[in-house]
């Protein structure tokens, strides 16, 4: 691990501030993702700005009845908490199908968000990069591709987003809060937040400089029935092959986003509206620009077929 200077935040405002005007300066909460890669050198930040201490701990109700969940909630508290288990449940089934336990005690709701992709490549300082050195190419490409994106991707990177949280957030359309630098504040679309690869990989986000996320605020509850369902290589501490975040309600009609298969969470509202009538147009409009290879083509089947299993949930359990 490289050498690096530390400070704790003392405000919001104030972290925002240091991360932007400290040359390769990064905030550091609970470490699960940055630790990691600070050790194999893949991650080297000059300075970390530990925003631990501030009070952005707390799932708050907001006036429309929504909820508002601080940045540093950690997964575990979100996903035990009543009022995500009863009105936003396949969120709380989302964050216990992520990581370990232990990693779910420490890691945050920003962090989950922000987390960097687990592309084996992006691992390996060996192999070219996009990510990690803009231009260098990426291995991937002419690699084993079984766990990469095959939808969003481009021709310098096709890395997959690893977030099984960020995805039920997607269904739930999620708003991002964030103070800037200036002092600023704004509010995005989860659907907004993440970058689509292009010929920038290494932008993975539409965050500025030294922005910060605060919150992520919840609509009020959809109703109908809720349902994540994850397809991976072991039952627990592994990534999503392909994941399903449903929403259903009682006429068929719903929200679908999928994990594993894209660069961010991926919906489209549009394919969705077939989810009454026709379940696989929905599938079939998600990955309608699908580009794969032979180690990740089964990821078409494999989506349609956990998208059905997600619905038959649905119908068991109204």
């Not at 707390?58 to 909630?73: Q, S």
């Not at 336990?101 to 962090?111: E, I, K, S, V, Y």
């Not at 990510?131 to 766990?147: F, I």
């Not at 690869?197 to 029935?225: F, I, K, N, Q, R």
Request: charged fraction near 25%.
């Amino acid at each position: 691990m490289k050498p690096f200077t530390y400070e704790r935040a003392t405000s919001t405002a104030q972290a925002a501030a240091r991360a932007a005007s400290v040359p390769g300066a990064k905030f550091v909460a609970g470490g699960t993702n940055l630790l990691d890669l600070m050790k194999i050198e893949i991650e080297t930040p000059a300075h970390l700005i530990d925003v631990n201490g501030l009070d952005l701990a707390k799932i708050e109700p907001t006036p429309d009845g929504g909820l508002r969940v601080g940045a540093l909630v950690r997964n575990t508290d979100l996903a035990a908490d009543a009022r995500v288990r009863r009105d936003y449940p396949v969120l709380a089934r989302a964050l216990l199908a992520g990581a370990s336990p232990q990693l779910r005690n420490r890691a945050t709701t920003a962090g989950n968000l922000l987390q960097r992709t687990r592309c084996p490549y992006f691992y390996d300082p060996d192999q070219p990069c996009n990510k990690r050195e803009p231009g260098s190419g990426c291995a991937a490409l002419a690699g084993y591709r079984r766990m990469h994106a095959i939808v969003g991707t481009s021709d310098a990177c096709i890395a997959a987003h690893p977030s099984d949280m960020a995805v039920a957030m997607r269904v739930l359309d999620a708003q991002v809060e964030t103070i800037r630098a200036d002092g600023t504040t704004r509010s995005l679309p989860l659907a907004d937040l993440h970058r689509l690869p292009g010929s920038t990989p290494h932008l993975e986000t539409t965050l500025d400089a030294g922005e910060l996320v605060t919150a992520v605020v919840l609509p009020p509850p959809p109703g109908g029935v809720h349902v994540y369902r994850k397809v991976r290589d072991r039952a627990s501490y592994a990534f999503a092959l392909v994941s399903v975040a449903l929403v259903r309600q009682a006429d068929g009609s719903g929200r679908v986003a999928l994990g594993g298969v894209a660069p961010k969470p991926w919906r489209s509202e549009e394919a969705e509206r077939a989810l009454a009538s026709d379940p696989q147009a929905v599938v079939d409009g998600l990955l309608k620009d699908a580009r794969t290879s032979p180690d990740n083509a089964f990821k078409l089947t494999l989506a349609r077929r956990t998208l059905d299993a997600a619905i038959a949930d649905a119908r068991s359990s109204r």
